[in-house]
Nanobody, 115 residues
Framework: QVQLVESGGGLVQAGGSLRLSCAASRSIVSINTMGWYRQAPGKQRELVAAITSGGRINYADSVKGRCTISRDNANSTVHLQMNSLKPEDTAVYYC?????????WGQGTQVTVSS
């Protein structure tokens, strides 16, 4: 079992930045993949960024160049640095972990980007 707790969401003006954090209940070294998804009203949940235990990273085209995902193994935490935020980035952001073929999700953190 993996418990995930997100933090760092909030209200920010367009062009601003936020740093989301996801703390895992176990060492992320043992977790195959950790990532961030988001879901806006009326839309499906979509991948924002993911990072494997081996360091391979994948970004959604919509955030490529504006977001950076990173791991802090010592603190069992994954971060998502988001810059140049746009109103269309507004969504609930969920942390995800893939561990032994099972998917785990955090409760989500709201990101609202105002124009």
């Amino acid at each position: 079992q993996v418990q995930l707790v997100e933090s760092g969401g909030g209200l920010v003006q367009a062009g601003g930045s936020l740093r989301l954090s996801c703390a895992a209940s176990r060492s992320i070294v043992s977790i195959n993949t950790m990532g961030w998804y988001r879901q806006a009203p009326g839309k499906q949940r979509e991948l924002v960024a993911a990072i494997t235990s081996g360091g391979r990273i994948n970004y959604a085209d919509s955030v490529k160049g504006r977001c950076t995902i990173s791991r802090d193994n010592a603190n069992s935490t994954v971060h998502l640095q988001m810059n140049s935020l746009k109103p269309e980035d507004t969504a609930v952001y969920y942390c995800n972990a893939v561990y032994q073929w099972h998917y785990y999700w955090g409760q989500g953190t709201q990101v609202t980007v105002s124009s």
